[in-house]
């Protein structure tokens, strides 16, 4: 059985890339809210880290619907998605939340270089100004939605696998969660990544606090991986077998070992821990670990797309 | 930043009312998983009685003719198993596998746009290919693996017992009767005298993966030749 095409896979790695960068845009925009919220307040516009958030956001969950629509037999036909409904589906479901997440993400961009935006546009279009004072008005609304929506894009993106009973893989009732936390912990790190490219500092307020909500989530994600395989096993029967056949030497138990749990876990973790006594910060501790950390989600969305595959009830 | 209680109640009121209009614009076919509609009177099953079957694949190359399907691609397999005991007392067990239009169909249930649809009146799990956009996600669904996206018309595809074929005509499915030793009956599972009833009432039949809650309606009657298997 070669890794990437065997009998019984139906979705291949634009899936996985689909999965990654919305739970990469939900994470970006989660920190990007927390940062504001909790430390910079009004001069989150001029942070890099913020400014980061704000173009990785809507540029990753576009890139990401592009490969979906690319991914279907017929892409032109893309609109009747958007046209019908079923709400049984988590897809159905999930393409509402994407469609509403984009323009409440949009509404909160604009909320937060509202002065920025308005320097630029000097005393052009009226309609837009009013327009942003109105929104930051809003903000306090929009913000919460924001929030909510993003949590819900985060946790889709694990329950549109889970929703298919003939996988005992994927049918976990862990995995959402799972995909939840790893998206966020890849926004995180994507945020940090952007913003030290952006020329912000690397030892200043936007690291030290995300670092400090990273190292509970990486250590809640590993919990999460322990129980998601341990709760396989325990099942018995063919969920044991798929979970047995993941882990297992081969290809995707060395993507699992070495990729998730070495580069993307253990690494991040021991460099987070380890910056937090040192006291100055470099350009390349945090680029380095924020890009090991991406590195491990993309490989856990892969690793999970493909073995889930690989063993049916 | 400051939330307001007021502001923050606001905008949850605006989310729960977008919520409710969403189930206004929803696919009406997809309904059909869990309404509890009139009960209609025509149910189609199948049952494939694997002690008659030979193996043949008469039914498989009926099936290709008939609903012009592709090279490649296959409504209905044969899944053979074996050879069991000594020769020259050698068996084989045939396995059909197919479409068990399923009460609870998986496919139905996650299908964003409609397009798969338990039709009301035959409970036969259809597909409107105008309504498919191939997002693959029934096929990943399906617990039984039945499903292929069609070649030409990039479409997911699937065994409908005949629907715009045969049965439109008042005729069996073509693979029923291809079958030389007459292992498939078809039949309304609603109405008492009709073969398929007699017959399952006269043998004891299996359904695959039950244990899933799909409630399929395609039976098959266990082979009792050849050895035991743990």
Known sequence: MSAFHFEGLVWHWPIAIYLFLAGLSAGAVFFAIMLKHFKLAHEAWHSPFVQAAAIIAPVAVFGGLGILVFDLTRPLDFWKILVFYNTTSVMSMGVLVLMAYQLVLFAWIACVFQRRITQLLGKRLPIVQRLLNWLVKQEAAITGILVILAISLGAYTGFLLSALIGFPLLNNPVLPLLFLISGLSSGAAATLLGGVLLRGNPNGVEVRFIHGIEIPLILVEIGLLFTFFAGLILSGGQSQVAALNALGFGFWGWIFWAGVIGIGLTLPLAFNLWMKVSADRKFAYVAVTASFSLIGVFLLRNFILYTGQMTGT | ?230
Request: charged share 25%; aromatic share 6%.
């Open chain 2, 1 to 230: 930043m400051q939330v307001s209680k007021r502001q923050f109640l606001k905008g949850v009121g605006a989310l729960l009312a977008g919520a409710s209009f969403y189930g206004v614009t929803r696919s009406p076919q997809a309904d059909s998983t869990q309404a509890a509609e009139a009960t209609p009177e025509i149910k189609y099953a199948m049952v494939h009685d694997e002690n008659a079957c030979i193996g043949c694949n008469a039914c498989i190359d009926a099936c290709r003719e008939v609903n012009h399907v592709p090279d490649g691609v296959s409504r209905v397999k044969i899944e053979r198993s074996g050879p069991f005991g000594e020769y020259p007392e050698q068996s084989y067990r045939f396995s059909r596998v197919s479409c068990q239009h399923c009460e609870a169909a998986p496919c139905v249930r996650v299908c964003p746009t409609g397009a798969a649809y338990i039709d009301k009146a035959t409970g036969i799990v259809a597909v409107n290919s105008d309504r498919c956009v191939g997002c693959q996600y029934c096929i990943a669904a399906c617990p039984y693996q039945v499903r292929y996206i069609h070649p030409e018309t990039r479409t997911a595809d699937k065994c409908d017992f005949c629907q715009k074929s045969r049965l439109a005509k008042g005729l069996e499915p073509a693979c029923v009767e291809a079958c030389p030793t007459k292992a498939l009956t078809f039949g309304n599972l609603k109405d008492p005298e009709s073969d398929l009833v007699k017959l399952l009432k006269a043998k004891p039949s299996y359904r695959a993966k039950v244990d899933l809650g799909t409630r399929p309606k395609l039976f098959h009657i266990q082979t009792i030749d050849g050895e035991i298997m743990l």
